[in-house]
Antibody, heavy 116, light 111 residues
């Protein structure tokens, strides 16, 4: 069974940093592109970042996070990461990891709250 | 303001057929396939339709998708109470610095 489990969320002050992780199991992680998608409280879905499968050769970011967030992966450990720096109030959201080019499977999400 | 436009709400009675629209442009829906996601309140989104009209394994055939030009639609036939959820469309955007774009979501109420 495919499982994606996010962790690392929490409360952080504006300007601070946080590193999210997504542990994958039940599929060949290295064969899949991966994404981060977020959802602000009471709002819709917003795509955040994409990383290509085995060689991480292709990475994309939404304009809203470019220059502040960094996506990476460790295929040996089946882990996806999102390093979030210079956090702003508007980054407050549940962050989901999702696999594949069509976001075929999603994790349960991890809540990031940016507040002073 | 979402790049893809969906009606904020839709409703129907059990057994009815409802459709949800998703409007985009030539740089997203017009040139790429559309996916649909279902999100029951308090849970993670779930892929419902991919590549305009394909259902992942386990998705009932009551759910169907279509695309024409720069618009797409999700149809749900034989509406059931458990279909009450938020529905989102998504497509790849071909514009500079625009990648995946989502609709604002449609809240479906089963009356």
């Amino acid at each position: 069974e495919v499982q994606l489990v996010e962790s690392g969320g929490g409360l952080v002050q504006p300007g601070g940093s946080l590193r999210l992780s997504c542990a994958a199991s039940g599929f060949t992680f290295s064969n899949y592109h991966m994404n981060w998608v977020r959802q602000a409280p009471g709002k819709g879905l917003e795509w955040v970042s994409f990383i290509s499968s085995s060689s991480s050769s292709t990475i994309y970011y939404a304009d809203s996070v470019k220059g502040r967030f960094t996506i990476s992966r460790d295929n040996a450990k089946n882990l996806l990461f999102l390093q979030m720096d210079s956090l702003r109030d508007e980054d407050t959201a549940v962050y989901y990891c999702a696999n594949g080019g069509s976001f075929g499977k999603w994790g349960q999400g991890t809540l990031v709250t940016v507040s002073s | 303001q979402s790049v893809l436009t969906q009606p904020p709400s839709a409703s129907g009675t059990p057994g009815q057929r409802v459709t949800i629209s998703c409007s985009g442009s030539s740089s997203n829906i017009g040139s790429n396939t559309v996916n649909w996601y279902q999100q029951v309140p308090g849970t993670a989104p779930k892929l419902l339709i991919y590549s305009n009209n394909q259902r992942p394994s386990g998705v009932p055939d009551r759910f169907s998708g279509s695309k024409s030009g720069t618009s797409a639609s999700l149809a749900i036939s034989g509406l059931q109470s458990e279909d009450e959820a938020d529905y989102y469309c998504a497509a790849w955007g071909d514009s500079l610095n625009t990648y995946w774009v989502f609709g604002g979501g449609t809240k479906l109420t089963v009356l």
